[in-house]
């Protein structure tokens, strides 16, 4: 098997991994076949004791080297082809799709390379050595993401754990690098991470099935039909035995750590559920020593409210990181202190991150410049006596307002604006084709804050409240 077909062997959540083989930070792997059909990369030992003396286990030297902050941007940064001149001279509809293509854009942020760091040290502790007895136990913890939805808090998960092969094969058959796996990991795969996500209905057992399936899914193994054979029927017996047994596979895949989204979701169980739950996690920190990291909204406040302080100790040991959206700056903007006293004036991330997308992304034939996007127009707003008033807001700032300074609603508002545009501009181009009397046809529309904020209620009246939003009020 040649290199670039070892790529296409790695599955999509491999994007850091495949970047540090192509950049040499890493040798290209052997692979083997595991049951499941997934080719897996042959363990690459280094000797990690100059760096950190306590990762001189085989399963410590088997993850990837370090990873710079720097090389970890350039790998999991990812920006759509640039849209260019020859781009917006075509088609309406190859626009439209270039247009689209804009919603794969990942940019890294300081919260993105904080889970990268924290999920990184989580993973390699699991697996060092015990250096004295007072350690055991109280090494390992959890850690906790939060933030409002759309803030990107799975992605920046996903991309974090990309640089890491889900499962690493231990053989001493490799025939390319010298350090092979000793007799006692002779053929031993060792899953580095596993991710599911929290039940939406029941308790341990639900998310017992959720871990189970998920290693089936990865190993081609058939451990969840099994053991629910095996129980017979449900009592309070078979309950915990099952969960001895999971604790037992989890012991056997070598597992790194665990990762569990939308943990919101305990906020909605009954009381005994929650605590089933929260008892079960506490359980794999203490006994397995396996990390556990949680993922989910705002919710996850109301969740933990009345779980333990163990549970809540346990689950912050490695810090709790906030998604929050992009946070306003004050203003000398008189003018605008009416509006619920919510400030929008676009805090300086966010004016880069908009002039990114315009700089690069426009595909409607008339492009804006930076200083047009920082222009200030007038425009009517509601105040909280609900009269109008006029303030003048720019581009960026009308964006920030209608989005509260949500990254995932900003580049869909951009997108539509791009898409409606594009529709002024065939429909312009049909009415001039038919001859028509040129001071009936239609104009383009050209951006303003007022279009902006047409678009984005137009937009997202599904998908949010939208007067809370506008007004930067969490959700």
Known sequence: MNRNQHF?????????????IKNSLIESPEYIQTRSGRMVPIAQYTDYSDIEPYLRAKLAQALPPYLSESDFLTFANFFPKRITDADRALPSHLKYARTTSIQKLYRVTTASL???????????????????????GNSVGGMTIYGISSQGKTSAVNMALSYYPQIIAHTSQSKKFEKAASPIHENLLQVTWLSVVCPSEGGQ???CNNILAKVDDLLGSNYEENFKQSLGRNTEID??????????VIREIHLGILVI???????????????????FLVELIQELEVPICLVGTLEVINAFKHLSFSFKSKFTKHGDIYFEPFPPNPTNNKGNKNLEDNDNRAPKEYED????????????????????????YSTTKKNVKKESIQIKLSIIEQFYYETAGITQYTILLFIAIQKYIIEDELKVFYEEKSKKDIKSSSSISRISPKLISKLAKKNFKISRNYSALSKGILQ
């Open 114 to 136: 904080t889970v990268f760091r924290d999920i990184s040290e989580m993973i390699r502790s699991s697996y060092s050595d015990k250096m004295h007895a007072g350690e055991t």
């Open 8 to 20: 296409e062997t790695l599955r999509e959540n491999q994007t850091v991994f495949k970047k540090a």
């Open 353 to 376: 991150l908009i002039t990114f997308l315009f700089e690069r992304y426009q595909s409607t034939k008339e492009t804006l410049t930076e200083g047009e996007l920082k222009k200030h």
């Open 261 to 279: 989204d939308d943990i919101q979701l305990l906020a909605q169980k009954d009381k005994k559920n929650r605590k089933q739950i929260a008892n």
């Open 205 to 207: 057992m639900s998310l």
């Open 239 to 248: 309950l915990k035995t099952y969960i001895g047994r999971v604790k037992q």
